[in-house]
């Protein structure tokens, strides 16, 4: 090294050469961070859109989640209330249908005693009875 701090041989323009090389690579760089930079802005601002159609489709979705939730609320009191209205009916009910059930089978009963006598006594045949005259033939019976 010389006393200016060259390299011994290295001219100026080998110097010059190399800070030519050195800034247009800096500058190189720097327009490519630049690009990044606006690519990065430019997400950055779509992100924000996005989070906002996040944020207000959220709301929505929240506020008809409310609006379900205070729906099942009211629901389940209309039920509670409905039960205890009902209740009284609906046993009232079973047991008017055990009634009939019980009612039916008696009836059953005596209408086929009903039927026995008819057959016994007069000879009547149901096949043969129409409910519109007084058409009442005997059936046939083989010997």
């Known amino acids: 090294m010389n ?8 001219s100026h323009t080998n110097g ?3 800070l030519g090389m050195v800034s247009s690579t800096l500058g ?7 690009r990044e930079l606006s690519g990065v802005i430019t997400e950055i601002k779509e992100d924000k859109v ?6 207000n489709t959220l709301h929505v ?3 008809k989640r409310e609006k379900v939730l205070a729906r099942i609320e009211h629901n389940r009191d ?9 209740g009284p009916f609906l046993k009232q009910y079973a047991h008017l249908c055990t009634d009939m059930g019980a009612i039916n089978q008696e009836v059953n009963i005596k209408h086929t005693t009903a039927m026995e006598i008819l057959r ?6 149901p096949a043969y009875k129409r409910w519109s ?6 059936p046939w019976k083989p010997e």
């Not at 006393?3 to 290295?10: E, H, P, Q, S, V």
């Not at 996005?50 to 944020?55: G, M, N, V």
């Not at 016994?120 to 045949?125: A, G, Q, R, S, T």
């Open 16 to 18: 010059a050469a190399v």
């Open 133 to 138: 005259d007084a058409f009442s033939p005997v």
């Open 78 to 86: 209309f039920e509670n209330e409905f039960e205890e209205m009902i």
């Open 120 to 125: 016994k006594n007069f000879d009547y045949h």
């Open 61 to 63: 979705l929240q506020s």
């Open 3 to 10: 006393t200016k701090g060259n390299i011994k041989g290295a």
């Open 28 to 34: 190189v760089s720097i327009e490519n961070a630049r």
């Open 50 to 55: 996005s989070k906002a159609e996040f944020q």
